[in-house]
């Protein structure tokens, strides 16, 4: 499913810009935790947010948007970064080892510093503000490029699962898949999302669960190991259009908040 941090990057960015109000985006974190709260992971991040140590009272989520506004943050951007693609984090060090880590983090564009959230107990999330990510990230594929990559991903995985004779099929599969997406939060976006990035990001999401199945069906056909590394290796460009897709879609939505609050007089 897509994650916490985009539902951050997509709602920070919305209120930024003035087109969503500022409880409408906290509402909307309630998607992944009834609580949250946040702390800052150093020194940097503690003076620059005006926030608690790690292992302090913590802050809420209030005070972490009052703390984008005061720094002049100019948008927010999802990073989906795994070993070996590390963009967007500026670099390695502990921002970028927190990130890979939580497979996702939110980088505050403008101001050197981005987020990582992780569920520390049911319904609570706590986001920790590090200093590092890029002051204007690198652009993600464009949201076409991404969409047409996802196509083709799918087409081409299912040639060569087919041709190594591990897409058999599986008593109660759609059934399954059906479970896979129905327990999916029920996310909100802000009025305005473009529409192409949440039909993106709902067929990202249908071929997330798709993936986790394959990825989780054992033996799944594969009679062998190699054919098991096969198998592996032919669902690995899914894995990176999906990712990739679902980034394009939220900072695609983000820059959209963003050119409209630029519009504003």
Do not use: K
Not at 151 to 173: C, K, M, N, P, Y
Not at 196 to 201: E, F, G
Request: charged share 20%.
């Amino acid at each position: 499913m897509c994650c916490s941090s985009a539902t951050l990057a997509v709602w920070a960015s919305a209120w930024l810009h003035g087109a969503a109000a500022s409880d409408d985006a906290l509402d909307a974190l309630q998607a992944w935790g009834e609580d949250h709260e946040v702390v800052a992971g150093d020194d940097a991040a503690a003076a620059a947010f005006d926030l608690p140590l790690t292992g302090n009272l913590p802050a809420g989520p209030a005070a972490l948007l009052a703390a984008l506004r005061a720094r002049s943050a100019t948008g927010a951007v999802l990073v989906l970064p795994v070993p070996g693609d590390v963009r967007g984090l500026g670099g390695p060090g502990p921002f970028g080892e927190a990130a890979v880590r939580a497979g996702e983090a939110v980088v505050f564009t403008g101001t050197g510093f981005g987020a990582v959230p992780q569920a520390i107990a049911e319904g609570l999330v706590r986001w920790t503000v590090h200093a590092g990510g890029d002051s204007a990230p690198p652009p993600s594929s464009g949201i076409g490029e991404a969409e047409h990559a996802l196509t083709d991903a799918i087409r081409d995985s299912a040639g060569a699962l087919q041709a190594l004779d591990v897409a058999s099929e599986r008593t109660g599969v759609r059934a399954e898949l059906s479970a896979r997406l129905r327990a999916r939060p029920e996310l909100s976006w802000p009025a305005g999302t473009p529409g192409r990035s949440l039909r993106v990001l709902q067929r990202a999401e249908e071929v997330g669960a798709i993936l986790a199945l394959a990825q989780g069906d054992e033996p799944g056909g594969a009679l062998s190991a190699s054919a098991a590394i096969q198998r592996a290796d032919a669902l690995r460009p899914l894995a990176e259009a999906v990712r990739t897709a679902r980034c394009s879609a939220v900072n695609e939505a983000a820059r959209a908040f963003a050119d409209q609050g630029d519009l504003t007089p």
